[in-house]
């Protein structure tokens, strides 16, 4: 049974709709896909329904960007509530703070001699949480740049001269929020923060898993992260991180080797917690 447990659709930077998503999910073959899009809920529902009809399990993810001791985190969240109050005011803020970010990129762009105005990366966007692949989408649009990757190469990656750090919130507060809602935690896509000494601390804050398989990580870095979550009894998640077919990036959906057993244990710790 194929797992994917990292995805993301328009309801943040992705490029087919979130009810879409678990059709693609299913011609790759798999059967137990997570919508993790970024500080948004909002496509779960969509996509959770249409898997419904072909055999597709969703799981109702998030990825949180968040402040960790080195810098910015990504912090899946899984078995999320659809109707928590809480969770939702959070994720509006959230997606508040994406939007004033957007328009001091701009800001800085045009400073530079580069034009983008608002309603383009809007159009891009539509109501999905706004990022920067959309400014990118943007610049494309208007020629600026060939494409995605040029963009990030030329303005947007960090220490270019579009990039905007976020105020990120801190990694305990979304750990506590979503261990409260009965929910899992993962760090994302570590690389080479997932240091031994980092996955301690990351435990100890209460983070339940570390993402080992993820296409940013080779066999190397996979295998050590294996190796770290069982020595410190970490729980393990893995997921394609795709963002669509026509993604910069173009990785593979289920690509990524997830074995069952992995969600199984995560699944059994939101039981545990939810009971
Ligand atoms: P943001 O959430 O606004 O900070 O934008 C980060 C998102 O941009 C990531 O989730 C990726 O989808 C995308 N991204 C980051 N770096 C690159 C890159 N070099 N090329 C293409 N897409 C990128
Ligand atoms: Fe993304
Ligand atoms: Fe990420
Ligand atoms: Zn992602």
Request: with cysteine; hydrophobic share 45%; proline share 4%.
């Given at each position: ?154 303005f947007l990656a960090d220490g270019k001269p579009g990039f905007v750090p976020r105020q990120l919130v801190d990694v305990t507060y979304v750990v506590d929020l979503v261990r409260r809602l ?69 990785v593979t959906l289920g690509a990524v080797d997830v074995p069952y057993a992995w969600l199984q244990k995560i699944e059994n710790v939101h039981r545990e917690r939810a009971a």
């Amino acid at each position: 049974m194929g797992v994917d447990l990292h995805l993301h659709s328009t309801a943040s930077d992705g490029t087919v709709p979130p009810e879409l998503v678990p059709s693609a999910a299913h011609a790759a073959g798999i059967h137990v896909m997570a919508l993790t899009d970024h500080d948004t809920i909002a496509g779960v529902s969509a996509a959770t329904a249409s898997g419904h009809e072909i055999g597709v399990r969703v799981i109702a993810g998030c990825e949180f960007s968040v402040a960790a001791w080195w810098g910015e985190l990504h912090l899946l969240g899984y078995f999320l509530p659809l109707d928590d109050a809480d969770l939702e005011a959070f994720l509006v803020r959230q997606r508040k703070d994406r939007e004033g970010r957007i328009t001091e990129i701009l800001t800085r762009l045009a400073n530079g001699g580069v034009h983008i105005k608002f309603d383009a990366v809007l159009a891009e966007a539509k109501t999905g949480s706004l990022g920067r692949p959309h400014v990118a989408r943007a610049m494309v649009n208007a020629g600026i740049v060939g494409s995605v990757s040029e963009a990030f190469d030329r303005f947007l990656a960090d220490g270019k001269p579009g990039f905007v750090p976020r105020q990120l919130v801190d990694v305990t507060y979304v750990v506590d929020l979503v261990r409260r809602l009965g929910g899992v935690t993962s760090a994302a896509h570590l690389k080479d923060r997932g240091t031994r000494t980092n996955l301690t601390r990351l435990r100890e804050i209460g983070v339940d898993a570390v993402e080992v398989q993820h296409p940013a990580h080779d066999a190397r870095v996979s295998s050590r992260l294996h190796q770290d979550a069982s020595d410190l009894g970490m729980l393990m998640t893995g997921g394609s991180d795709w963002h669509g077919a026509e993604n910069p990036r173009r990785v593979t959906l289920g690509a990524v080797d997830v074995p069952y057993a992995w969600l199984q244990k995560i699944e059994n710790v939101h039981r545990e917690r939810a009971a």
